[in-house]
């Protein structure tokens, strides 16, 4: 049995690992697993992960969850380029450096955009008001301007010359609220000049093709969700709205 990738592209965190899979020439199974249809709830997908979430990776008899740890078992596995993970050991302290970070701050405040815009209408039937926005869009400001000054500063990429998981990780995060029509980029022009960059080396046609349903988030509201999964994520988000 050959690599399977469990994913759905509208996860951020899916569309890391299989634009890293794609550009390093992984091979490997695509197994859709969609979200709104309550697929990951399945007992068939919990004998892959039982936490019942996405990305998972199956590798004959071995299974892995969480999407750094599979990056980082693909690179180790693959011996894929130095770049993206590097031997040195304080460029590669920097990438760790940098995924530590992202989770308190980036991740935090990025994906919501998209659930206030988009999400949370398709799941409730309620908007949020256009304070909650604004509230979350702040607090991503703050956490744009540190990316910039503490990790980017004037280097094309967060180690250096060029690109590292850290880079690819943040740049995926960043198009979540890019799909809820969110010009986060505007007025930081480092950081529009480190996206273009970005793009460029992972293949600006495997990056657009990656996020063509994300950049396409209005249409999620034609979706039909799982009613089970619609019950039970209701009253989570509803206390969003408060």
């Not at 197994?31 to 996405?54: D, P, S, T």
């Not at 010009?183 to 273009?196: C, T, Y």
Request: glycine share 4%; net charge positive.
């Amino acid at each position: 049995m050959g690599l399977e990738l469990y994913l759905d592209l509208l996860s951020q965190h899916c569309r890391t690992v299989y634009i890293f899979a794609k550009k390093n020439n992984i091979p490997f199974e695509f197994k859709r697993v969609e979200l709104f249809k309550g697929q990951h709830c399945r007992e068939e997908f919990g004998k892959v992960n039982i936490l019942k979430k996405v990305p998972a990776l199956k590798d004959g008899v071995f299974t892995l969850a969480e999407s750094t740890a599979i990056l980082l078992y693909l690179s180790r596995k693959y011996n894929t380029p130095d770049h993206w993970y590097p031997s040195d050991i304080q460029k590669r302290a920097r990438v760790d450096e940098y995924l530590s970070w992202h989770h308190t701050n980036i991740r935090t405040n990025a994906p919501k955009t998209l659930w206030i815009k988009v999400l949370i209408p398709l799941f409730t039937g309620q908007k949020l008001p256009p304070e909650k926005l604004q509230e979350v869009m702040d607090e991503l400001a703050i956490s744009l301007k540190q990316f910039e000054e503490k990790f980017l500063q004037d280097k094309p990429f967060i180690v250096g010359s060029e690109i590292s998981l850290a880079d690819l990780v943040a740049i995926v995060e960043l198009m979540q609220p890019v799909g809820a029509d969110c010009n986060i980029f505007e007025g930081w022009p480092k950081l529009v000049a480190w996206r273009s960059q970005v793009e460029e080396a992972v293949r600006k046609e495997l990056f657009q093709g990656a996020h063509e349903r994300i950049l396409n988030a209005q249409d999620l509201r034609k979706v039909q969700i799982d009613p089970q999964m619609k019950k039970e994520m209701k009253p989570l988000l509803l206390k969003m709205l408060k």
